[in-house]
Nanobody
Framework: QVQLVESGGGSVESGGSLTLSCVLS????????MGWFRQAPGKMRERVAR???????EYADSVKGRFTVSRDNTKNTFVMQMDSLKPEDSAMYYC???????????????WGQGTQVTVSS
């Protein structure tokens, strides 16, 4: 059974940091693109960052310079370090996997249950 399990969300003050982790299980060996998405109440879901199987990264303009994604394929773990957090970063954050390593939004077919991030001003 394919599973993505996120952890690390929580509540912080503006300017603080959080580290989100995503552990994958039940995946067939292969190349996967991993992504973090977020959705705030009343807003569309947006892609925050992604990292290809080969380590190529891409970030939304709103988080460039503040968020950093990394992966450890030997541990099936995908991490996003979030620094200098702002109230507008508050959202439910989802980990997602693209089993074809295409890395476009529509290719992410496996999703975690989400972890809440709340940033207070």
């Amino acid at each position: 059974q394919v599973q993505l399990v996120e952890s690390g969300g929580g509540s912080v003050e503006s300017g603080g940091s959080l580290t989100l982790s995503c552990v994958l299980s039940g995946f067939r060996p292969g190349r996967y693109c991993m992504g973090w998405f977020r959705q705030a109440p009343g807003k569309m879901r947006e892609r925050v960052a992604r990292i290809s199987d080969g380590g190529r990264t891409e970030y939304a303009d709103s988080v460039k310079g503040r968020f950093t994604v990394s992966r450890d394929n030997t541990k099936n773990t995908f991490v996003m370090q979030m620094d200098s957090l702002k109230p507008e970063d508050s959202a439910m954050y989802y980990c997602a996997a693209d089993p074809r390593d295409i890395c476009v939004a529509s290719a992410f077919t496996f999703w975690g249950q989400g972890t809440q991030v709340t940033v207070s001003s």
